[in-house]
């Protein structure tokens, strides 16, 4: 890579900063280096060293002995496992500062650590995540192929790519669209091509009603919906099957017959990778003219400031953003 990491501190009465501080003790000696964006104290409080610089160019030479910090200090104290709307500004600065360095080619790709929305939302944020959130600072940016945000989970030997989000299960059959299923199917390809180097990427598309609808006896959605969506996508060159069963997709033999998995809803890719890999899911934003990964997890208030918080998500989002990085040249 050309460029570190930039890593945005996330809520920081979570555990952010431990597992922050954890990742860098694993990575210290191999990379890949990256800079942490956030409060340097509230990191150099986990008792590994914390070097503050203001340029990421400065970070690889530090990485090795200390954690490379830009520091932008919490508006008021931390106390771990409470969270306060009064610090929720800053996070929102992090993420901000962290995708700039990301679009000034000062950075080669973001990695976020979580972030709580509920002060967030408090404090005036009107994204729902930081998948929308960097989709918006990121608007302005040219981008050559098909615009996302999706969001891609991956653990493992599977990825999955949602077609809705955080949607009420009873909005799920009107939100699942011709158009939106087309729309993440053609990201999803994209994407396996460019960021995971997947020259033919093989789609699998998950159907939403049980046994696949019964040929219309358990919904019509596989038959209005899906399967004229898969077609059209075939017809574009795209390599994805006619809706499957979704009880079905996910053994090891299955995951053996597709790159990636397109799901309807939060929980239909949810499960199957927090099953496979707990501890060691990434979150991929993919679509955008920024690389962003995230652990696949929350801010974990009810263990905050105990240490025992596990870094392996963020240490495997790390790896990962540089993966795809490297893949992008570097920027």
């Known amino acids: 890579m050309t460029a570190p990491l930039a890593l945005s501190l996330g809520e920081p009465a979570g555990i952010g900063p431990e597992i922050v501080a954890k990742a860098w003790t694993a990575l210290r000696e191999t990379g890949p280096a990256f800079v942490v964006v956030g409060d340097a104290d509230l990191v150099a409080s986990r008792g590994e060293p914390v070097v503050r610089v203001t340029d990421p160019a400065e970070a690889p030479a530090v990485f090795g002995r200390a954690i490379p910090a830009i520091h932008s200090p919490t508006a008021g104290a931390v106390t771990p496992g409470r969270p306060d709307p009064v610090n929720a500004i800053c996070v929102a600065d992090w993420i901000s500062l962290a995708v700039d360095l990301a679009m000034d080619g000062k950075a080669s790709g973001v990695v976020t650590a979580p972030i709580a929305k509920a002060p967030l939302y408090a404090s005036g944020f009107r994204f729902p995540g930081h998948t929308e959130f960097i989709a918006e ?18 653990a493992r030997d599977l990825r999955v790519a949602l077609v809705t989000i955080h949607a009420p299960l009873s909005q799920v059959p009107e939100l699942v669209t011709r158009e939106r299923v087309i729309r993440t199917a053609r990201v999803t390809h994209e994407a396996l091509r460019r960021d995971f180097g997947i020259d033919r ?3 699998a598309l998950a159907a939403l009603n049980p046994h696949a609808g019964e040929g219309g006896a358990i919904g019509l959605e596989e038959i209005e919906v899906l399967r004229p969506a898969a077609a059209a996508l075939r017809a574009e060159g795209i390599g994805i099957t006619d809706p499957l069963p979704a009880d079905t997709m996910f053994h090891p033999d299955a995951r053996a017959t597709y790159d990636a998995a397109v799901c309807l809803y939060h929980d239909q890719a949810l499960i199957p990778i927090k099953t496979i890999d707990f501890w060691g899911g ?3 934003t993919l679509g955008l003219p920024v690389v962003r990964t995230s652990p696949d997890h929350g801010t974990g208030f009810e263990i905050a400031g105990t240490g025992v918080a596990r870094a392996d998500s963020l240490i495997a989002a790390i790896r990962l953003a540089a993966s795809m990085a490297a ?3 570097g920027h």
């Open 137 to 154: 600072l990121t608007g302005d940016l040219p981008y050559r192929g098909t615009r996302g945000p999706v969001m891609m989970l991956t």
């Open 201 to 203: 990427p093989r789609l």
């Open 282 to 284: 990434v979150n991929v």
């Open 327 to 329: 893949r992008r040249g």
